[in-house]
C-alpha cells in the first residue's frame, strides 16, 4: 500500500481544554462551549501559538475553521474540520483529499477548502485518513473506509444533522475511492457524487497496458489490486459529474474514461493531475452541478 497512500509530515495539530481524560464530557449548550474557548486562549502554550498564528497571512481565514476529532468502527481517532458558510447552505460537501495531502495542505493551498465553501456557498466538511496528520492508526483501504463513512455518520446523525439528499460528496484522486464505496454502502443516497481525478484502481495506474490480462476495460480487478473504484462505480445511483485534465501524467485521462464507462456527465479538462482544482471551468462545473 505504500504505492498508493503517501503521508506527508504533520504539519498541524489540534488543541483540546486542558482538563484529565476521565474529567472531559460532553459541551451542553453554546454559553458552555464558549467558556471553554475563553479557558483555553488563557493557556500559556496556546497563548505563544495564537500570537505565531495571528501573523500568518492565513489567520484571518482560518479562523471560523472548527476542528473536532471522530472515532471509527476499526477504534481510529480521526481529525476533521468544518468549514462553515455564512447564510444558509445550500448542502453540505464531504471532500475525501488525494494521497500526498493532509488538511493543513487543503486549508492553507491555493485554492482552499474555504475558498470551496464561499464559492459554493455550502458548508465544507474534511478529514485525513488514518496514519495522515494526527489522524490515529496507520493509513489502508480499509481504515479508509472506516474514516469516511465515521465523518459522514457525524454530518448525518451529529453535527448538521443534514439529510443524504443534502450532501455531496467531492474525492480527488485517491479520495474518488472513499467517496465511492461510501455511495455503494450508504442506505440513502447523497445529493451527488463528484470525482476529480479519478484512478481506476491501483494497478492499473502501474501497468494500465498489462493490467487485467491487457483488458483494463473488460475485466474486473484483480484480486491484488487495491482501491478499486472502477468495480465499484456501477453501484453508485446518484448523478455523477468526473472531471480529468487532459495533460494529467500521474493519473492519465484513460482512467478517467473507463470511470466514465459506467458513470455520467464528464468533463474533460487542459489540466494536470494537480492542478485540476486551479481550473477555473472545474470551479464553474462544480458550481453548476450543485445547482
Known sequence: LKIALWPPPNEYFFYVDN?????????????????????????????????????HPCADDIEDVEAFIVRTRRNNYVACVRIPVSGIPRYSILYSHPNASDLSDHLVGVPN??????????????????????????????????????????????????????????????????????????????????????????????????????????????????FCTYDKIAGVRVPILVIHGEDDRTVPLVHGKAVCQKAAAPLWLRASHDNVENCRETWLRIRKFIK
Open 113 to 226: 477548502l474555504i475558498d470551496m465553501a464561499r464559492f459554493h456557498k455550502c458548508d465544507v466538511y474534511s478529514y485525513d485518513y488514518c496514519g495522515y496528520g494526527i489522524s490515529s492508526g496507520y493509513a489502508s483501504e480499509s481504515n479508509m473506509k472506516a474514516d469516511i463513512r465515521a465523518v459522514y455518520d457525524v454530518i448525518f446523525f451529529t453535527c448538521a444533522k443534514r439529510n443524504p439528499d443534502q450532501i455531496v460528496l467531492i474525492g480527488y484522486s485517491i479520495g474518488c475511492f472513499a467517496s465511492v464505496d461510501l455511495a455503494c454502502s450508504i442506505t440513502r443516497p447523497p445529493a451527488g457524487l463528484i470525482l476529480q481525478s479519478p484512478p481506476a484502481s491501483v494497478l492499473r495506474v502501474l501497468l494500465w497496458e498489462r493490467a487485467c490480462f491487457k483488458k483494463p476495460f473488460e475485466r474486473q480487478s484483480c484480486c491484488a489490486d487495491r
Open 19 to 55: 482538563v484529565p481524560p476521565r474529567e472531559r464530557k460532553e459541551i451542553e449548550g453554546h454559553a458552555e462551549a464558549i467558556e471553554i474557548a475563553e479557558r483555553k486562549k488563557k493557556i500559556p502554550k496556546i497563548l505563544r501559538v495564537l500570537e505565531m498564528i495571528r501573523g
